[in-house]
């Protein structure tokens, strides 16, 4: 919403046997719950008898599936659901999930959360195969991949495990075959992905808090490389890629996941809030009143202040009954964009000293028209606080992170940020600190965006729309390469 980033989608499953539910409207449910982690596209695949009914479109999870579009599905006895974001492909029906496809050893639906760092070098092999893709996402590279390996592997579990050799990077993957929901977890853990029950029913979900608006209980997090199978027989799960802790993305604890989930074994409310104390211990400052920017800022400003002993006041009030909107390129609509999603509340600020908490700067693009709203409200001072670390090298895993050229953090100090925002200070949480947060973790965090250390060998360059380039583009690269 205001410059802050983006996560690539929120994945959820389900399997009752006994076909005591309305899978379709569980999916709906679990997908309103994590709507928060994609807005521009949905999906729901149901499974009845093998025969899979699809429904995907762009748009909210509330507009996509109107009653009558729900009324076309079948009971069911498992389904699948998918909300995104675009971290690779563009914002387009092709890239929807989930993909379903069709092959000759039966039916398969896919829903997939994460990014792939060798998805462009595996879809050059399987097109030199014969491949015809229809979209740009990752997700249909992993889908042919398991289905080309499907062709010659026993079942459809193994064809998953000989794929998770070939893919690299961050996924979590929802899937179903005729007979079998399954889930899977890359080796090295990035993305989120919790198991739950309920009735006898098995679900699958990115976050902790689709199985609370269920009324589900939660069970575990799959461990990095597992693939867990359900089926007719009962649950199973294949460990051939598990193997120590992971490195999970501590960006998960800071801004994309619900305040209300539970990740890794640790809150991520509290998590926040930690963050906000150690915000206040390494950057102290005498003020009157601290706030935060909606939504992920808000516990950490309440950390910061039951840190610092500063009050807490509520500073800016959100626009919750719009969608979302496209910032404009002119400084009077940029700013006027600002202007439709936050007010600020000048009761709480006018004439007083203000910590205003955020979770990130990504480019800088809204932070000085959110400073502005103070301003014109009263604030005598504005001292910035943020709760994570300056973004200083890109992501390859699944956050729209592609260059550093865009990172306002790579290309100004802090002084200059100061003078650019508007603000009296700036203070970022320190890469330390940061992997301190959520305490109780059972993971070791990656912190590659911060520090440029990745879990994996990354490529030199990696950009977003990685499968769409113009011919002028391509030429220049060719002419590079010679």
Do not use: W, Y
């Given at each position: 919403m205001l410059d802050n980033l983006h996560e690539e989608c929120g994945v959820f499953g389900i399997y009752d046997r006994s076909q005591s539910v309305n899978v379709a409207a569980s999916c709906y449910y679990a997908l309103c719950a994590l709507q928060h982690r994609g807005q521009e596209s949905c999906g729901i695949a149901v499974n009845d008898d093998g025969i899979i009914f699809a429904h995907r479109d762009c748009g909210l999870v509330r507009d996509v599936f109107t009653r009558e579009v729900m009324e076309t599905f079948p009971q069911g006895q498992m389904a699948v659901g998918h909300t995104r974001y675009s971290t690779t492909g563009g914002q387009n029906i092709a890239n929807a999930q989930p993909l379903v496809v069709r092959h000759i050893k039966g039916h398969m639906a896919l829903a997939h959360n994460g990014n792939l760092i060798n998805a462009q070098e595996l879809r050059e092999q399987l097109e030199m195969g014969g491949a015809i893709f229809h979209g740009t996402s990752d997700t249909e590279v992993i889908a042919y991949t398991i289905t080309k390996e499907r062709l010659s592997a026993p079942s459809i579990e193994?064809?998953?495990?000989?794929?998770?050799?070939?893919?690299?990077g961050a996924y979590c993957l929802v899937l179903m075959s005729p007979q079998k929901l399954i889930a899977?977890?890359?080796?090295?853990?990035?993305?989120?992905?919790?198991?739950?029950?309920?009735?006898?029913q098995i679900l699958f979900a990115s976050e902790s808090c689709a199985l609370d608006t269920l009324g589900a209980t939660y069970l575990r997090e799959l461990d990095p490389g597992e693939i867990v199978i359900v089926d007719e027989n009962g649950v199973r799960s294949i460990?051939?890629?598990?193997?120590?802790?992971?490195?999970?993305?501590?960006?998960?604890?800071?801004y994309f996941a619900r305040s209300?989930?539970?990740?890794?074994?640790?809150?991520?409310?509290?998590?926040?809030?930690?963050?906000?104390?150690?915000l206040a211990l390494?950057?102290?400052?005498?003020?009157?009143?601290?706030?935060?920017v909606p939504d992920s800022g808000l516990d950490a400003a309440l950390g910061f202040s039951k840190q610092s002993g500063i009050p807490y006041g509520m500073g800016f009030i959100k626009n919750r009954y719009i969608g979302r909107t496209f910032i404009q390129p002119t400084q009077n609509e940029r700013e006027n964009s600002v202007r439709i999603k936050l007010n600020a509340?000048?009761?709480?600020?006018?004439?007083?000293?203000?910590?205003?908490?955020?979770?990130?700067?990504?480019?800088?693009?809204t932070c000085r028209y959110i400073v502005n709203l103070l301003r014109e409200a009263g604030a005598k001072e504005v001292h910035m606080r943020i709760s994570s670390p300056p973004f200083l090298h890109p992501c390859y895993f699944g956050t729209d992170i592609d260059s550093r050229d865009k990172l306002v953090a790579c290309r100004h100090t802090i002084p200059e940020m100061c003078e650019m925002f508007g603000v009296d200070s700036l203070g970022y949480l320190s890469v330390e600190s940061v992997q301190k947060i959520a305490e109780g973790a059972n993971c070791e965090f990656c912190v590659g965006c911060f520090n440029g250390s990745y879990p994996l060998e990354v490529p030199e360059v990696m950009q977003k729309n990685k499968f769409e380039q113009r011919l002028s583009l391509r030429e220049k690269k060719k002419q590079e390469q010679k």
């Open positions: 193994t064809a998953v495990e000989r794929a998770m050799d070939k893919l690299k899977a977890r890359d080796p090295v853990g990035f993305r989120p992905l919790c198991m739950g029950e309920k009735d006898g460990r051939s890629h598990c193997g120590g802790k992971g490195k999970f993305c501590v960006f998960e604890f800071v209300d989930s539970n990740i890794e074994g640790a809150s991520v409310h509290v998590a926040r809030e930690r963050a906000g104390a150690f390494e950057h102290p400052v005498q003020a009157d009143v601290v706030i935060g509340v000048s009761s709480t600020v006018k004439g007083k000293r203000v910590v205003m908490v955020d979770d990130s700067i990504v480019r800088g693009t």
